[in-house]
């Protein structure tokens, strides 16, 4: 069998999304997702200018031998681009080959090493009471881990925090980033350090011990600050502490390290093993938070997941609702079969996405399944993603109180 086309599809069901639709000569189809945030069209443009004509005519069946041939052929390595549209046609083909295989992927990875993925939903507030309310509506809602944002007294708006004005909505909602230029944030990193430690402590009081709670800092902080953060949310007994620091930098990790004991999480921004390498092996981190989509797909990220379990290192992918549901489903069937799976980031997608994406998998007692549907388990619906057309929407920009643009 082989490749008989391969098609870019670009919808805006409430935001954005590339996906790569590939189908074989006797009508097998396989779905990637190779969504950019703020930065689409580049990947949409990369896959269907560069990487579609070499797929025609290839064996669907040699996943491996594909990701090579798009890596190493390719010569410009790595990038966010080029390895979001790698991961796009790498979930395609693992798709196609566990529909072919009448199989739900997870067991082509080695099958179930659990019951579900323990997901992680995000309450935020500007304040201590809308913070309250969000937490106690992820509680109802069945979450059993919780990450943890909040305003900052004396600034505006803080990225990751949704609005108290509209209540219900949230921090990721598109149509507010629907504009000619990103809005601007501004930022205080002192007030944000005196200010985190109280909410965590008064979460605690309000809450008690026993639920896991997370906290992105958002690659705000040098290794210095990062550390006196880290110590000061020891009390709290957090699950991670996520980004603390913009990591491009590996070595200075060890600074953060050798000051905490606060479990650590990064990676949402890297996207490959290379970007690891001394994390891992000098064991600065305890979450890789890789996604599927970005980190150059399956057959990349278990690899990587694969090297992060030597070092007791485990899973903490990247799950916000820029995430396509492929790439969710990836993650779920990567999730259940991992040995060292730690937690899946979840934020239901909106109902106009899951009209376009139709999913099977489920979200219940705090666990994500990926259900018994042969291949990922996602349909693409054609006739609701043309009713979303395209629109460009940008990711905020952040500003020191001095005017200096800052990490967002
Ligand atoms: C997270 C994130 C997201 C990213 C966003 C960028 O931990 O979920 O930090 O909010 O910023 O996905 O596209
Ligand atoms: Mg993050």
């Not at 919808?11 to 996906?19: A, D, E, H, K, L």
């Not at 990836?330 to 079969?337: E, Q, Y």
């Not at 899946?344 to 999913?359: I, N, P």
């Amino acid at each position: 069998m082989a490749i008989a086309s391969a098609e870019v599809l670009v919808t805006s069901p409430g935001r954005n999304f590339v996906t790569l639709r590939l189908t074989t000569e006797d009508g097998v189809t396989g779905l990637g997702d190779a969504t950019l945030n703020g930065r689409e069209l580049a990947a949409a443009s990369y896959l269907r200018d560069h990487v579609a004509p070499l797929l025609t005519g290839r064996d669907e069946a040699r996943i491996e031998d594909t990701w090579q041939y798009l890596y190493r052929g390719a010569y410009w390595r790595r990038g966010p681009v080029t390895m979001a549209a790698i991961a796009a046609v790498d979930m395609a083909l693992w798709d196609i080959k566990a529909k072919t295989a009448g199989m739900p992927l997870y067991q082509l990875l080695g099958g179930r090493s659990r019951r579900g993925c323990l997901a992680y939903g995000h309450a935020s507030g500007s304040s201590i009471d809308t913070l309250f309310a969000s937490i106690r509506e992820h509680l109802e809602a069945g979450y059993q881990a919780i990450r943890v944002q909040t305003g900052v007294p004396g600034l505006g708006q803080v990225y990751g925090v949704a609005t108290d004005q509209k209540p219900g909505e949230r921090y990721d909602y598109e149509p507010a980033r629907r504009q000619a230029l990103p809005a601007q944030e501004s930022w205080d990193t002192r007030a944000y350090l005196r200010h985190v430690p109280t909410v965590f402590e008064a979460v605690r009081a309000e809450f008690g011990p026993e639920i896991p709670l997370l906290h992105d800092g958002h690659h705000r902080m040098t290794p210095n600050e990062a550390a006196t953060l880290g110590k000061s949310l020891e009390p709290y007994d957090l699950f991670w502490l996520e980004d603390c620091t913009p990591a491009e930098n590996q070595e200075a990790l060890r600074r953060v390290r050798a000051q905490t004991t606060t479990p650590l999480a990064i990676g949402e921004v890297f996207n490959s093993v290379f970007d690891y390498q001394t994390l891992i092996t000098e064991q600065l981190i305890d979450y890789v938070r890789s996604a599927v989509t970005h980190a150059g797909g399956i057959t990349a990220l278990r690899k990587l997941l694969d090297f992060a379990a030597i070092y007791q290192i485990k899973s903490g992918f990247h799950g916000p609702t820029d995430i396509s549901p492929v790439g969710q489903a990836a993650h779920l069937h990567l999730g259940v079969a991992l040995h060292n799976f730690g937690i899946q980031e979840y934020m239901k997608h909106s109902a106009d996405t899951l009209e376009v994406f139709r999913t099977s998998y489920t979200f219940t007692d705090g666990l994500l399944d990926p259900g018994e549907t042969p291949g990922l388990g996602v349909e693409y619906d054609d006739d609701a993603a043309g009713s979303f057309a395209y629109e460009p929407a940008y990711l905020p920009v952040n500003r020191r109180l001095d005017g200096t643009v800052h990490d967002w």
